[in-house]
Every structure is written in C-alpha cells, then in structure tokens.
C-alpha cells in the first residue's frame, strides 16, 4: 500500500517568496492532515480537513497560509509571502476518519528554509 | 498549544539496556499514542492506548496509562543501534478531533 506522498522535499526560498507543497494521501483515507514541526520541537496542527470540509485551522496563520483539498483527495498548503519564523518541516498525514482509534499515517516531510 | 511534556528531553543509553520514556498530560483524553521519528524523516505511528486501558504491548515496547496521574510511560527493552530516535507521545482529548504532541525525547543507543 502507497504512504502518503509529499513533495518538494525541500525547498528554499528567500523571505517574502511564497512556496506550496503538496501532498497525496493514503487512497481512501477522508481525514488529511497538515502539521509544522519546528526543529527540536513536535508537530503543530495546522490545518485538518475531513473529505474537503476544513475541521479545524485554528493554528494556521490566515494571514500568510492557506490549504485547500479541493476534491477530497491531494492537497496543497502555501505560504505566501514567507517569514524566516516558517523555517520548519511541513508533514501531511491522513487517516480513514476521525474515529478515535484510528492510526495517522506520515509522510517523510517537505524541509523548508527560508533565508 | 502542546498538551504532552515528554520527560527526559534527551536519553543516552547503552545497547541492551532498556529506555524508558515518560509523557504527561492535562486534559482528559480519549487515547494516547506513540510515535517514532528517525532524523529527517517522517513520523512513525507504534502503539495506541485508549483511556480504559492501563498497559499494552507490542514487540519489545510496552506503554502504560494512568490517567488518574495524566501520564504514560514508553518502556523499549533491550535496546538496539536502530532504536536511535526521537519520541512523541500524542493525546486524543475527549471531545477533540485533533491529535496534540509533545516536545519529544531524543534516545541515543550506543553501540
């Protein structure tokens, strides 16, 4: 079975670029995930999306990044324009739904630097 | 906002031996789980424990929960050079969709 997919896998760009990274989730998994983890620190939720309905984004900073799931399945998160604060690994992860049982599945990760 | 605080930070131990890590909460939760996290690469689910359960084993790891303490322990016996990596422990609250984690513990096996 495919993992989740991400790509670029790294990337750098100077501050004020925008960048977006996509992701490809398990197949049929409705649950997608974006976490930020900072070095030296654990995953942040980002965003959650349940099919293409945002569940939560309450950590996402609005005013600079934006994530859509337009069709139930691949997603993109930008960045637009970037900080040097947003250096950090950007992870998308799915899983079949909500349920409380449910695994999360990873990704390997899209490094950004910003300079 | 992070929910778990992993304990230690950082774990340095000699193969064989065995490493434990521990992970407290503040809310109530629905389960707890464990991840793995080689150096540059994604995160690896390993074990899921529900608040009704108080310990659950899978090959070498086994996990407690006490939830009356908010905490849980991460026990790998017999360590080995491949267990190099660092841990998160992430809590499912009661009520919430979303999986909150902790600051990690970095384990160092040495050879």
């Known amino acids: 079975e495919a993992g989740v997919a991400q790509s670029p896998r790294y990337k750098i760009i100077e501050k004020r670029q925008s960048v977006a990274f996509w992701c490809n989730p398990i197949?049929?998994?409705?649950?997608l995930y974006w976490y930020q983890q900072i070095l030296g620190q654990g995953p942040k939720l980002l965003i959650q999306?349940?099919?293409?309905?945002?569940?939560?984004d309450s950590q996402l900073p609005k005013d600079r990044f934006s994530a859509e799931r337009l069709k139930g399945v691949d997603s993109t998160l930008k960045i637009q324009p970037a900080k040097l604060e947003d250096s950090a690994v950007y992870l998308c992860?799915?899983?079949?739904?909500?349920?409380?049982?449910?695994?999360?599945?990873f990704g390997e990760g899209s490094w950004l630097t910003v300079v | 906002s992070q929910q778990g605080e992993e304990d230690p930070q950082a774990l340095s131990i000699q193969e064989g031996e065995n490493a434990t890590m521990n992970c407290s909460y503040k809310?109530?939760?629905?389960?707890l789980q464990w991840y793995r996290q080689n150096s540059g690469r994604g995160l690896v689910h390993l074990i899921l424990?529900?608040?009704?359960?108080r310990e659950k084993h899978s090959g070498r790891l086994r996990v407690t929960l006490d939830t009356s303490k908010k905490s849980s322990s991460l026990l790998i016996t017999a360590s080995r050079a491949a267990d190099t990596a660092s841990y998160f422990c992430?809590?499912?609250?009661?009520?919430?969709?979303?999986?909150?984690f902790g600051q990690g513990t970095r384990l160092t096996i040495n050879p």
């Open positions: 999306f349940q099919n293409n309905g945002v569940v939560d």
């Open positions: 197949s049929g998994h409705a649950t």
């Open positions: 809310t109530s939760i629905n389960n």
């Open positions: 992430a809590t499912l609250s009661q009520g919430a969709q979303k999986l909150v």
């Open positions: 424990i529900r608040s009704n359960e």
């Open positions: 992860a799915s899983s079949i739904g909500t349920g409380t049982g449910n695994t999360i599945y």
